[in-house]
T-cell receptor
Framework: GAVVSQHPSRVICKSGTSVKIECRSLDFQATTMFWYRQFPKQSLMLMATSNEGSKATYEQGVEKDKFLINHASLTLSTLTVTSAHPEDSSFYIC???????????FGSGTRLTVV | QKEVEQDPGPLSVPEGAIVSLNCTYSNSAFQYFMWYRQYSRKGPELLMYTYSSGNKEDGRFTAQVDKSSKYISLFIRDSQPSDSATYLCAMSPNSGYALNFGKGTSLLVTP
């Protein structure tokens, strides 16, 4: 089946530094990648949608200069949290669509803690 | 009003019970309905997928969609302790679109 590998699974960083999260589709070409954020006991909130080779589309309220998304190939998308602050601490999850866009495969998530 | 409403629970049932999980939604454009299971600190895992109204059964799981009432359900028969997790409903207006998630219902099945 379709697998999305997300790394790292957990990261702790100092306030003001940047963190990069990678999502790779291992056995399919991900035409579209979605990035979500999930706070404790909350739903997954869509941050942005990225299509290979084009700029990401950000949801209202999500700072595109803070959350940099790159989808340079059909198998790799990255989310970089720049100048991280404690309020950016959250669970970040990517999701990719494939084939006829029926399937949504999720990565295993990244727990970001900013201290 | 959020587009997708889901009671967060927690819901505690004894092993073997039938579990009923529900979501309501407000956007009549939604046509694709999914149920995901999420274990703590893990990514969601797809359980059931339904297009438009109707029922779908897969093993111990049954998904129901009533578009006229904007109401979807997931039933789990013969619940097991391993079913203990958070269950998220999700929906979209078209395939390939981003999913709109409910908050998730925390389920605990006790031995």
């Amino acid at each position: 089946g379709a697998v999305v590998s997300q790394h790292p699974s957990r990261v702790i960083c100092k306030s003001g530094t940047s963190v990069k999260i990678e999502c790779r589709s291992l056995d399919f070409q991900a035409t579209t990648m979605f990035w979500y954020r999930q706070f404790p006991k909350q739903s997954l909130m869509l941050m942005a949608t990225s299509n290979e080779g084009s700029k990401a589309t950000y949801e209202q309220g999500v700072e595109k200069d803070k959350f940099l998304i790159n989808h340079a190939s059909l198998t790799l998308s990255t989310l970089t949290v720049t100048s991280a602050h404690p309020e950016d601490s959250s669970f970040y999850i990517c999701s990719a669509t494939y084939r006829d866009n029926y399937g949504y495969t999720f990565g295993s998530g990244t727990r970001l803690t900013v201290v | 009003q959020k587009e997708v409403e889901q009671d967060p629970g927690p819901l505690s049932v004894p092993e073997g019970a039938i579990v009923s999980l529900n979501c309501t939604y407000s956007n009549s454009a939604f046509q694709y309905f999914m149920w995901y299971r999420q274990y703590s600190r893990k990514g969601p895992e797809l359980l059931m997928y339904t297009y438009s109204s109707g029922n779908k059964e897969d093993g111990r799981f049954t998904a129901q969609v009533d578009k006229s009432s904007k109401y979807i359900s997931l039933f789990i028969r013969d619940s097991q302790p391993s079913d203990s997790a958070t269950y998220l409903c999700a929906m979209s207006p078209n395939s390939g679109y981003a999913l709109n998630f409910g908050k998730g219902t925390s389920l605990l099945v006790t031995p």
